[in-house]
């Protein structure tokens, strides 16, 4: 039997859209938004609609120490490492009823097709809802991934949220365990592969009219704090050549962060996305401001060049304002390239289904990136209208949606006719 044989006619649409609709009038809100924070209880009943999903698609459904939901169905060769599919289910506050859902959900789909047409791959399956990719509350964010990879820090059961309250305890709200959390690791030898379907949260697909993305790679990010120390004064008195604004300077700043991407074309992307004025009072000239700044790319060494070039620009700007900058990278992600491999199948599985598809990198971040660390992986995307993600207007056409979980199918029975071996 061949690989068209096998794959047609597809995915159950019907169904597919019938459980997206389903999950996500879970949280909903009422400007046609989701709100479905991790570990929340809008979570956990979300949670528990996606169990009962990957049981009626006979899927043998746990939950591991780090709070994934994973359901599993052995392959025909008990010696085969698992072909793992997923994503996400949380959301950020307000946001929208396809990201990260959507992967979960045609994974889903997949597997019980499968089952339906009595086809059993020879590597063993598995789809996963990794916890609390979005970082609720203020938590690390991509929780789940990082003990999947066995990449958690050490100490995180203790670590606070924004609320007060332990990861630890957030954990057993979902029926997760913080004492055993190494379990939740999979070894690099035990993951044959990692494909997430996801909506591509950007407007390039859409612009170019093309139905499938396979993703290149995804970008890295670094999140840089700034201090811009200047002399509060009465706004009132103080001429306007003896100041030494805060504000004026750092206004600054957020233009050459936004050159070094937009005109110097250091990295793809930079964002100043807080700013935090003082004392902050409309009579008083701003002696302090603090402003948070990110950069993406996906290359590590166009990060680091950004962060060399916002440190010139600083010290420049402080010389001409009278003022002191403070420049301080914090948080970082590295980049993840997707497996050269992997990114030919899904290819070659939107053309077996006749759709056209464009190579293109992810400016998001994604699970797969962390998963990354133990196995070789491959993303799909489907367009976004209007480049809309993380609010209530995401929205990804149904017919895209089904070709993309389309795609996700002829990708697991080509990878299983000729797995790919990590190198």
């Known amino acids: 039997m061949t690989v068209t044989e096998?794959?047609?006619p597809g995915v159950d649409a019907g169904r597919l859209m019938e459980h997206i609709t389903a999950l996500a009038a879970i949280g909903a809100t009422p400007d046609g938004g989701v709100t479905r924070l991790a570990f929340s209880p809008e979570d956990v009943e979300g949670r528990a609609y996606v169990a009962r999903l990957m049981a009626e698609a006979g899927l043998a459904v746990r939950v591991d120490p780090a709070g994934n939901l994973i359901g599993t169905r052995p392959g025909i060769d008990p010696g085969a490492a698992t072909l793992v599919l997923g994503s996400h289910i949380d959301t950020v506050v307000n946001g929208g009823a396809y990201d990260g859902a959507y992967g979960v959900l045609a994974a889903i789909e997949v597997a019980r097709t499968l089952a339906e047409r009595g086809v059993r791959l020879a590597c063993g399956?598995?789809?996963?809802a990794f916890c609390d990719e979005e970082g609720g509350h203020g938590t690390m964010g991509m929780l789940g991934a990082h003990g999947f990879a066995g990449a958690l820090p050490p100490g995180i059961a203790k670590v606070l949220d924004e609320r007060g309250v332990p990861v630890g305890d957030?954990?057993?709200a979902v029926g997760g365990d913080a004492e055993r959390l190494p379990e939740a690791a999979w070894a690099p030898g035990d993951i044959a592969a990692y494909l997430e379907l996801h909506v591509e949260q950007g407007d390039v697909l859409e612009r170019r009219g093309v139905p499938i993305g396979v993703v290149e790679s995804i970008a890295g990010r670094v999140n840089v704090s700034v201090t811009v120390e200047g002399v509060a004064g009465h706004a009132g008195t103080?001429?306007?050549?003896?100041r030494s604004d805060a504000l004026v300077a750092a206004a600054r700043v957020v233009l050459a962060v936004r050159a070094i991407a937009a005109e110097e074309g250091v990295v793809l992307r930079a964002t100043t996305g807080t700013c935090s004025v003082g004392p902050g009072m409309w009579n008083v000239i701003p002696g302090?401001?603090?402003?948070?700044v990110e950069f993406r790319d996906v290359s590590a060494d166009r990060l680091d060049a950004a962060l060399a070039r916002l440190a010139g620009a600083a010290g420049e700007i402080a010389a001409a304002d009278g003022v002191?900058?403070?420049v301080e990278p914090g948080a970082r992600t590295t980049?993840?390239?997707?497996?050269p491999r992997l990114r030919d199948l899904v290819a070659g599985a939107a053309r077996e289904r006749g759709l056209d598809c464009h190579h293109l990198p992810s400016g998001a971040g994604h699970d797969a990136q962390i998963v990354a660390r133990v196995a070789p992986i491959g993303m799909i995307f489907v367009p976004s209208e209007g480049g809309i993600s993380h609010a209530p207007g995401e929205h990804t056409a149904p017919h895209h949606l089904v070709w993309g979980a389309d795609v996700l199918l002829s990708a697991v029975l080509r990878f299983d006719e000729a797995p790919v071996a990590r190198g």
Do not use: E, K, N, Q
């Open 288 to 292: 302090r401001v603090r402003l948070g």
């Open 324 to 326: 002191t900058v403070t």
């Open 238 to 242: 103080t001429s306007m050549d003896h």
């Open 125 to 128: 399956l598995a789809v996963v």
């Open 170 to 172: 957030l954990l057993a």
């Open 6 to 8: 096998r794959v047609r």
């Open 335 to 339: 980049p993840v390239a997707c497996d």
